[in-house]
């Protein structure tokens, strides 16, 4: 990739997003060197503006900022860098240089597809998943359908936290299903917005 250098007198601005979260993290910049070590070393490191030197995020306190990918914006004179955080990224010991949270709990749905997509290619012994995916289609959509009755059942005459346990059963149970048909919840998501703005 190049990367515009010149505009602001050596540095770039570089956004950090955590991967899973999609939450902004932290701005920095980074001279070429920065960037170059940055690829490297998969490491984020940047140039302080301060101290005129580079440094690696966390060398200090061990919460380094590990390289998932990188990318320029359409002058190549931005970069967004998605990371996997180590630890709080603000100095201050907050998640975020912004003071939010670092959390966004729908997203993990994502990260548990992700991982049911990788039991279906390893197929590890002994995993519940992988029976499932070697129970066939059938069984697949039986389970869903067991399932579901069980959040309803929950849902009418149980608790709360009977309720939350079954529907969590149910959306997993779901995902497998998806997944074997080549499907994600993404495509739920699309077909949904779909709807909406049909209406």
Known sequence: MKLNFEKLGGLVPVIIQDNETSKVLMLGFMNEDA???????NKVTFFSRTKNCLWMKGETSG???????IKSDCDN???LIKVIPTGAVCHTGNDTCFGEKNEEDILFLKTLQDFIERRRLEMPEGSYTTSLF?????????????????????????????????????????????ISKGLRIENLARELKERRNGK
């Open 35 to 41: 960037y170059q070590q940055t690829v490297e070393t």
């Open 134 to 178: 070697n129970s066939g289609i059938n069984r697949m959509s039986q389970k869903v359908g067991e399932e579901a009755v069980e959040t309803v059942v929950e849902a009418t005459n149980g608790t709360s936290e009977g309720l939350m346990y079954e529907a969590s059963d149910l959306v997993y149970h779901l995902i497998v299903l998806l």
């Open 63 to 69: 919460n380094i900022l590990q390289v998932v990918s």
């Open 77 to 79: 004179d931005t970069l």
